[in-house]
């Protein structure tokens, strides 16, 4: 007897849990999701958490990852505007922007068709892009290429074919993983590379021929400068010694030999003003005073 009411308790559960699964679905965070009624769609895209649903075969859920994917082209041969061959590579970053509209342009939402489709777009667009551009703009000796501007143009050329066709997906980058260029075609680029070496090389010495001609008429400028101070100076200083002899000269005419003795016990002075070792001939003036020869015979004078 007490095992009828915990059965039905069980069978109750169970009924619960069935009905739930039955009528009731999860959407993962990562994911979008559209219920088709009799495989047509109805309604808008339902976004993450749980929702109600009518049972199999009336409605049916279908889940798209919305996280970006990528994808990588194939391997494809363009010419540029100076006709030169380019083999190229690109991979994009795209997303399912609208889940309904991808379901219906994609055959009940087949991203293997998208890719397909996706595929023949980047073709286009690659093609018509790098046909704009010449081969110095994907291959150069001094590194000034374009790619960036290039990726740029050929995803807003894709972002266009995408928004026309309303395929309910969008392409939010674009980038180069491969680049080559054909062995016919190797020694003509090679040629075009060195050329503009040359070109950048010029370019370069030329530019540092005009700074040396800067820096050379600067410095001689300043050495002029320079140069016309030093003999303003030495005209002042010439000047003024010329002034001071004069002041002097009567007086050393009254007593020549007392003015030469004077001066050279200044300069004595001067030589032995700090501590100092000196070797000297004792001959030669002003140090001659030392041996009192001379200042005796002048002082008797």
């Given at each position: 007897?007490?095992?009828?009411?915990?059965?039905?308790?069980?069978?109750?559960?169970?009924?619960?849990?069935?009905l739930?699964?039955?009528?009731?679905?999860?959407?993962?965070?990562?994911?979008?999701?559209?219920?088709?009624?009799?495989?047509?769609?109805?309604?808008?895209?339902?976004?993450?958490?749980?929702?109600?649903?009518?049972?199999?075969?009336?409605?049916?859920?279908?889940?798209?990852?919305?996280?970006?994917?990528?994808?990588?082209?194939?391997?494809?041969?363009?010419?540029?505007?100076?006709t030169?061959?380019?083999?190229?590579?690109?991979?994009?970053?795209w997303?399912?922007?609208?889940?309904?509209?991808?379901?219906?342009?994609?055959?009940?939402?087949?991203?293997?068709?998208?890719?397909?489709?996706?595929?023949?777009?980047?073709l286009?667009a690659?093609?018509?892009?790098?046909?704009?551009?010449?081969?110095?703009?994907?291959?150069?000796a001094?590194?000034?290429?374009?790619?960036?501007?290039?990726?740029?143009?050929?995803?807003?050329?894709?972002?266009?074919?995408?928004?026309?066709?309303?395929?309910?997906?969008?392409?939010?980058?674009?980038?180069?993983?491969?680049?080559?260029i054909?062995?016919?075609?190797?020694?003509?680029?090679?040629?075009?590379?060195?050329?503009?070496?040359?070109?950048?090389?010029?370019?370069?010495?030329?530019?540092?021929?005009?700074?040396?001609?800067?820096?050379?008429?600067?410095?001689?400028?300043?050495?002029?400068?320079?140069?016309?101070?030093?003999?303003?100076?030495?005209?002042?200083?010439?000047?003024?010694?010329?002034?001071?002899?004069?002041?002097?000269?009567?007086?050393?005419?009254q007593?020549?030999?007392?003015?030469?003795?004077?001066?050279?016990?200044?300069?004595?002075?001067?030589?032995?003003?700090?501590?100092?070792?000196?070797v000297?001939?004792?001959?030669?003036?002003?140090?001659?005073l030392?041996?009192?020869?001379?200042?005796?015979?002048?002082?008797?004078?």
């Open positions: 007897m007490n095992k009828n009411p915990i059965s039905i308790i069980i069978g109750a559960v169970l009924l619960v849990v069935f739930v699964l039955l009528f009731v679905f999860q959407v993962r965070q990562s994911e979008v999701a559209i219920v088709t009624t009799f495989s047509k769609p109805s309604g808008e895209s339902i976004g993450p958490g749980a929702h109600f649903r009518l049972p199999w075969p009336i409605q049916k859920v279908i889940t798209f990852d919305q996280r970006v994917q990528s994808y990588e082209g194939k391997i494809t041969e363009s010419q540029t505007a100076d030169f061959s380019l083999l190229t590579q690109i991979y994009v970053g997303r399912i922007s609208d889940p309904k509209q991808f379901f219906l342009k994609f055959a009940g939402g087949s991203t293997l068709r998208a890719e397909e489709r996706l595929d023949e777009m980047l286009s690659k093609r018509d892009v790098v046909g704009k551009h010449p081969i110095r703009d994907f291959v150069s001094d590194g000034t290429n374009k790619f960036a501007v290039v990726e740029e143009e050929i995803l807003k050329a894709v972002q266009t074919q995408l928004k026309a066709n309303n395929y309910g997906l969008e392409v939010q980058f674009v980038g180069f993983k491969k680049l080559g054909p062995e016919n075609v190797t020694p003509s680029v090679f040629e075009l590379m060195k050329s503009g070496r040359d070109k950048l090389a010029r370019a370069y010495e030329s530019q540092g021929q005009q700074e040396a001609d800067i820096i050379k008429a600067t410095a001689n400028g300043e050495a002029a400068k320079k140069l016309a101070a030093a003999e303003s100076e030495a005209k002042s200083i010439r000047g003024q010694g010329e002034k001071a002899a004069a002041e002097v000269y009567p007086t050393f005419q007593n020549p030999e007392l003015a030469i003795f004077l001066l050279q016990l200044d300069a004595m002075e001067t030589s032995l003003k700090d501590r100092s070792t000196l000297f001939d004792a001959s030669t003036p002003p140090f001659n030392l041996r009192g020869g001379a200042s005796t015979n002048l002082l008797k004078k």
